[in-house]
T-cell receptor, first 112, second 112 residues
Framework: DADVTQTPRNRITKTGKRIMLECSQT?????MYWYRQDPGLGLQLIYY???????NKGEISDGYSVSRQAQAKFSLSLESAIPNQTALYFC???????????FGPGTRLTVL | GQQLNQSPQSMFIQEGEDVSMNCTSS?????WLWYKQDPGEGPVLLIA?????ELTSNGRLTAQFGITRKDSFLNISASIPSDVGIYFC????????????FGAGTQVVVTP
């Protein structure tokens, strides 16, 4: 089984809808991250969490919110989706003492 | 925002050739990481570097942490068709503990 899983893998929605993307991990890592990837660009950090009670904004947090329900679960919400939020979204985890991040398979989100 | 300059953007090479790519920054980094992303998948960690001057290999892949701590390179020797994909560099700046910055990626295409 995959260490980092994301659901759904693909989602098509309409402008104005609320969307939640979920991430679960079995690696036992404390830190979790949400990234966005647009074609031809690297990964941009949306939010990150170093433990269950710690939530921090990344470089592109506007229009997004997160919830860290447990050490193993970190969800990303788009309260009112807009077309320029169409992108690939990746969840990642890392251990408390290390910098190596391990990524999930991604969610392809299309906002019409 | 993104501060890593990764080059080249793309490479078209023949099977058996060697590949080189690099990342540079104006900032000093504690860690350099190299990832590969296959279509429809999340990035997979290839090599992690933690010390200036460090040279690390993983099979046909070799990466180095630059002496100035502002750059890193990745070499792939004797390329094979499965080397196709996007290669990303990532680094942890000294002033951004626990967070990574990513390059825009190098698209590698291998022809028989």
């Amino acid at each position: 089984d995959a260490d980092v899983t994301q659901t759904p893998r693909n989602r098509i929605t309409k402008t104005g809808k609320r969307i939640m993307l979920e991430c679960s991990q079995t690696k036992g890592h404390d830190r979790m991250y949400w990234y966005r990837q647009d074609p031809g660009l690297g990964l941009q950090l949306i939010y990150y969490s170093f433990d269950v009670k710690d939530i921090n904004k990344g470089e592109i947090s506007d229009g997004y919110s997160v919830s860290r329900q447990a050490q193993a679960k970190f969800s990303l919400s788009l309260e009112s989706a807009i077309p320029n939020q169409t992108a690939l979204y990746f969840c990642a985890t890392s251990d408390r003492g290390g910098n190596e991040q391990f990524f999930g398979p991604g969610t392809r989100l299309t906002v019409l | 925002g993104q501060q890593l300059n990764q080059s080249p953007q793309s490479m078209f090479i023949q099977e058996g050739e060697d590949v080189s790519m690099n990342c540079t920054s104006s900032s000093i980094f504690n860690t350099w990481l190299w990832y590969k992303q296959d279509p429809g998948e999340g990035p997979v960690l290839l090599i992690a570097l933690y010390k200036a001057g460090e040279l690390t290999s993983n099979g046909r892949l070799t990466a180095q942490f630059g002496i100035t701590r502002k750059d890193s390179f990745l070499n792939i020797s004797a390329s094979i068709p499965s080397d196709v994909g996007i290669y990303f560099c990532a680094g942890e700046p000294t002033d951004s503990w626990g967070k990574l910055q990513f390059g825009a990626g190098t698209q590698v295409v291998v022809t028989p």
